[in-house]
């Protein structure tokens, strides 16, 4: 997964900052190839079709955000999306808890369903945030305004050539043989303080829950920040905190299980795995004490298994019989905000499969309870459904456990109400 040039390819650098100059391309009788450079709102799919049907382009530059070089104060001319998402309208939902919903929620309706297309054609970024992009930026853009006075029929004109090669291994089968990479979803991490924990003691288990990663279609330019990892340092202050509770927490009445999962972004693949190895009977076929082409740990030295491949077995002391409830870290880094007088507010939500559940109840009351303490009024963490709109659940991790067990009660707490990209 990526983007590179499997031979370099070369074309007439061309700037397209509306879709109506970008039809007026498409349709226009140009000779040659061009390197089109477009905005990031007109990546979507259809344009870069089209694009690719006309036979005049021979790759995409699309602009992130700029600056006009010959501006004496360097006024934007490109702001940066700040809604815009790659991803699809409702990420991973054909995956998810609701996927025979035809009228699932639309959770990101800005999405330009492009991150998950292949297209056989170079798409690089043009992002200019430091000294070197700047740098390049600039000559990009000199280059499109030399070849507008030039009206594109005098030579010479500037060009731009893609040369870039990401290497692979022809499949994901062919890869995990060769180890040139690793298997998605399978470096999820869980901990609990309850060291003497097992699947037979009946002690019910809370699941603190987030996900570690996501996904981008240009390598550092990603929400990946407010998404994932917020959920996931959230995660690690709760793990704090509790560990200074004056009660011991392997002495409360309910076990802590800590859950950072990875690969969610591809169709939850991380939950998935983890509720499907604490969920089945588990049968290893196969242990060695070396490590083999499909399995490069030494499980045998460590009580794992070769075949299936685990370094270790600990996940079987987890009881997914005994999950009493999930308490899920979705985006929480954008629900602090200036209010009147400059004071910070907060502004959380609690998103649930269902209302009527007793359980979901019970939790969605008490987490507004508990952070109206010590203020006025409403506490600042909201049911996601006060707008009078019930949505479910967002794309979210819960959802694994829920395809197993739909009355576990479960919450996804986020910093959105309605769309994911805000």
């Known amino acids: ?74 006024a934007p001319i490109i702001q940066r999306p700040i809604f815009l998402s790659p991803d699809e309208k409702c990420p991973s939902c054909q995956f998810g808890l609701y996927r025979n919903d035809e009228s699932r929620y639309i959770w990101n309706p800005n999405g330009l369903g492009i991150i998950q297309e292949r297209y056989d054609f170079p798409i ?36 731009v050539e893609f040369d870039a090669l990401m290497y692979a291994a022809v499949d994901a089968s062919t890869c995990l043989r060769r180890n ?40 550092d330019i990603t929400f990946g920040l407010n998404n994932g990892i917020s959920g996931s340092i959230a995660l690690i202050a709760i793990a704090d905190a509790l560990s200074r509770s004056p009660t011991p927490v392997k002495n409360f009445q309910k076990h802590i299980l800590f859950t950072s999962f990875a690969g969610e972004s591809w169709g939850f693949l991380g939950s998935q795995r983890f509720v499907k190895n604490i969920f089945e009977p588990f049968n290893c076929i196969q242990n060695k004490t070396k490590p083999t082409t499909s399995c490069g740990f030494n499980t045998g030295n460590f009580g794992g298994c070769t075949f299936p ?30 209010g009147p007088g400059n004071i910070q507010e907060f502004k959380y939500f609690v998103h649930v499969d269902n209302e009527n559940n007793a359980g979901n109840r019970l939790l969605m009351q008490g987490l507004g309870a508990l952070s109206a303490v010590g203020g006025t009024g409403a506490g600042f963490v909201r049911n ?8 479910k659940l967002p794309p979210s991790s ?15 707490i986020s910093d959105f109400q309605a769309n994911l990209s805000k």
């Open 1 to 74: 997964m990526g983007c590179q040039s499997l031979k370099p390819t070369s074309g007439l650098l061309i700037l397209t900052e509306t879709q109506d100059l970008l039809n007026d391309f498409i349709k226009s009788d140009r000779k040659g190839k061009y390197v089109v450079i477009l905005p990031y709102e007109l990546m979507t799919n259809d344009n870069l079709r089209s694009l690719e049907s006309s036979g005049k382009m021979s790759g995409v530059l699309t602009l992130i955000n700029g600056t006009d070089p010959s501006s004496s104060n360097s």
């Open 124 to 159: 690089f970024a043009l992002y200019p945030y430091d000294k070197p992009s700047i740098k390049s930026y600039n000559r990009i853009i000199n280059g499109v305004q030399f070849n507008e006075r030039k009206s594109y029929v005098r030579f010479p004109l500037k060009a």
């Open 180 to 219: 040139f990479c690793n298997p998605v979803g399978g470096y999820s991490v869980y901990s609990t303080p309850s060291i003497d924990m097992n699947e037979n003691d009946g002690k019910p288990i809370i699941i603190v829950s987030a996900a570690m990663d996501s996904k981008s279609l240009f390598q």
């Open 309 to 338: 491949c685990f370094r270790d077995l600990d996940f079987k002391r987890i009881n997914f019989g005994n999950i009493d409830s999930i308490f899920e870290l979705s985006s929480v880094a954008n629900g602090i905000s200036k």
């Open 384 to 391: 996601a459904s006060e707008d009078g709109v019930f949505r």
């Open 398 to 412: 819960s959802m694994a456990f829920l395809e197993k067990n739909i009355n576990i009660p479960a919450v996804v």
